[in-house]
């Protein structure tokens, strides 16, 4: 009886305590700073990871590990040399470089290998806008460069990315939530990722072989706009 007595103190004190842990709890939190705001770069960054993460990973595989998992999915390895431009220039016969595409059940991903010649990322933009567009941000991630334009429609907004084709950098892009053809953006060949649900964002893929630098054009504009829109992207006149 005496021993039961004892428990029933000691829930009580336990009781007692986690109520006053609570509550000393509860108070000093009325008292805890607030967060601090989040960067408008880190907002962007979360909300294009959000809508598509693949296009934000760049994979840094060591080449037998990428081996391994190339002949384990079958994967189809494109190793592309520039015939018409390696024949009349010199410079871009010591700058071959080499693309890896891999087709998985939900994505393409496009992985860079090799070195450009001493070749810089550059400033690069649009210069055919649509109607009431305008560059809104550019942001240098160092690896990658990403150029924003809007209109004041934030669902409609047009983003470039840009990379070099070097060893590291690359491309993930959704195939399960878009249908994938060949275009040509003016003389050279590109992906088209038409979005099949509605609200869908559609993107151009294409790569700059004498330029050193792969582009990815992403918009909820339709596909033949954004490949005009393709075809106007050259670097940024001084």
């Given at each position: 009886?005496?021993?039961?007595?004892?428990?029933?103190?000691?829930?009580?004190?336990?009781r007692?305590?986690?109520?006053?842990?609570?509550?000393?709890?509860?108070?000093?939190?009325k008292?805890?700073?607030?967060?601090p705001?989040?960067?408008?770069?880190?907002?962007?960054?979360?909300?294009?990871?959000?809508?598509?993460?693949?296009?934000?990973?760049?994979?840094h595989?060591?080449?037998?590990?990428?081996?391994?998992?190339?002949a384990?999915?079958?994967?189809?390895?494109?190793?592309?040399?520039?015939?018409?431009?390696?024949?009349?220039?010199?410079?871009?016969?010591?700058?071959?470089?080499?693309?890896?595409?891999a087709?998985?059940?939900?994505?393409?991903?496009?992985d860079?290998?090799?070195?450009?010649?001493?070749?810089?990322?550059?400033?690069?933009?649009?210069?055919?806008?649509?109607?009431?567009?305008r560059?809104?941000?550019?942001?240098?991630?160092?690896?990658?460069?990403?150029?924003?334009?809007?209109?004041?429609?934030?669902?409609?907004?047009?983003?470039?990315?840009?990379?070099?084709l070097?060893?590291?950098?690359?491309?993930?892009?959704?195939?399960?939530?878009?249908?994938?053809?060949?275009?040509q953006i003016?003389?050279?060949?590109g992906?088209?990722?038409?979005?099949?649900?509605?609200?869908?964002s559609?993107?151009?893929?294409?790569?700059?072989?004498?330029?050193?630098?792969a582009?990815?054009?992403?918009?909820?504009?339709?596909?033949?706009?954004?490949?005009?829109?393709?075809?106007?992207?050259?670097?940024?006149e001084?």
């Amino acid at each position: 009886m005496k021993e039961d007595q004892n428990t029933n103190e000691l829930r009580q004190i336990r009781r007692a305590l986690l109520q006053a842990a609570k509550e000393d709890y509860l108070e000093t939190l009325k008292d805890a700073p607030e967060a601090p705001p989040f960067s408008k770069n880190h907002r962007r960054w979360e909300r294009r990871f959000l809508k598509d993460p693949f296009s934000l990973r760049t994979p840094h595989r060591p080449l037998w590990q990428r081996g391994l998992l190339i002949a384990a999915c079958f994967v189809f390895v494109t190793s592309v040399v520039f015939g018409s431009v390696m024949v009349g220039s010199p410079t871009a016969r010591a700058a071959v470089v080499r693309w890896f595409t891999a087709e998985y059940s939900n994505h393409i991903a496009y992985d860079f290998n090799g070195r450009v010649s001493g070749t810089e990322l550059g400033d690069w933009e649009i210069t055919k806008l649509p109607e009431n567009y305008r560059q809104s941000e550019r942001i240098n991630l160092e690896s990658m460069v990403c150029v924003l334009y809007d209109n004041g429609d934030t669902d409609m907004e047009i983003e470039l990315n840009y990379q070099l084709l070097s060893e590291g950098n690359g491309f993930n892009l959704d195939n399960e939530w878009h249908t994938v053809s060949n275009v040509q953006i003016g003389e050279k060949t590109g992906q088209l990722f038409a979005a099949t649900e509605e609200g869908g964002s559609n993107m151009v893929f294409w790569v700059d072989a004498a330029a050193e630098h792969a582009f990815l054009l992403t918009s909820r504009l339709p596909c033949d706009v954004l490949l005009e829109l393709a075809k106007s992207v050259a670097p940024v006149e001084n």
